[in-house]
Nanobody
Framework: QVQLVESGGGLVQAGGSLRLSCASS????????MGWYRQAPGKQRELVAS???????VYADSVKGRFTISRDNAKNTVYLQMNSLKPEDTAVYYC??????????WGQGTQVTVSS
């Protein structure tokens, strides 16, 4: 069982920045993919960004150029730097990891609210 602890959400004005963190109880050696998803009220959960153990990144078109996903292997932590935030970025953001055994785990979610 992998435990994920998220932090960094909050309320920010449009144009501002936030950095989300997700600390894993499992070593990154056993994780082959880490990502951030988000779910706005009344909408489906969607992929925001992901990064593989090889460092390959994928971004949703809506966040390209504004968000950056990164990881710190020593701290078993994945980050999502969010710049130029827009009201439509408002959602609950979830950390997601996939192990080398193809198991998937989710964090508890952290609220991001962007005011106009």
């Amino acid at each position: 069982q992998v435990q994920l602890v998220e932090s960094g959400g909050g309320l920010v004005q449009a144009g501002g920045s936030l950095r989300l963190s997700c600390a894993s109880s499992e070593s990154f050696v056993r994780l082959n993919r880490m990502g951030w998803y988000r779910q706005a009220p009344g909408k489906q959960r969607e992929l925001v960004a992901s990064i593989t153990s090889f460092g390959t990144t994928v971004y949703a078109d809506s966040v390209k150029g504004r968000f950056t996903i990164s990881r710190d292997n020593a701290k078993n932590t994945v980050y999502l730097q969010m710049n130029s935030l827009k009201p439509e970025d408002t959602a609950v953001y979830y950390c997601n990891v996939r192990t080398t055994s193809m198991e998937t785990y989710w964090g508890q979610g952290t609220q991001v609210t962007v005011s106009s």
